[in-house]
């Protein structure tokens, strides 16, 4: 689908509370791979990056995902 197009909705991206950052920030399990959940540090916009590096929609990892209360250690 071409981006330009009318069917094609720009979707802002919204800064969550604090509230919600306390609850989503951290390490998340989904589909087998840890996930981190940052901070944009210029907007405060939530990112999600897998254990090898790149981005993850953080709505796909909050969906079909579950937040790891005790991570393991990094080596």
């Given at each position: 689908m071409d981006p330009n197009s009318s069917l094609c909705r720009n979707i802002p991206r919204v800064v969550p509370t604090?509230?919600?950052?306390?609850?989503?920030?951290?390490?998340w399990e989904y589909r087998g791979e840890m996930i981190r959940f940052l901070t944009e540090?210029?907007?405060?916009?939530?990112?999600?990056?897998?254990?090898?590096?790149?981005?993850?929609?953080p709505?796909?990892?909050?969906?079909?995902?579950?937040?790891?209360?005790?991570?393991?250690e990094k080596d």
């Open positions: 604090r509230e919600h950052q306390d609850a989503l920030l951290g390490i540090p210029d907007t405060g916009v939530l990112v999600a990056f897998s254990s090898e590096g790149y981005r993850i929609n709505i796909r990892v909050i969906s079909g995902g579950s937040k790891m209360d005790n991570p393991p």
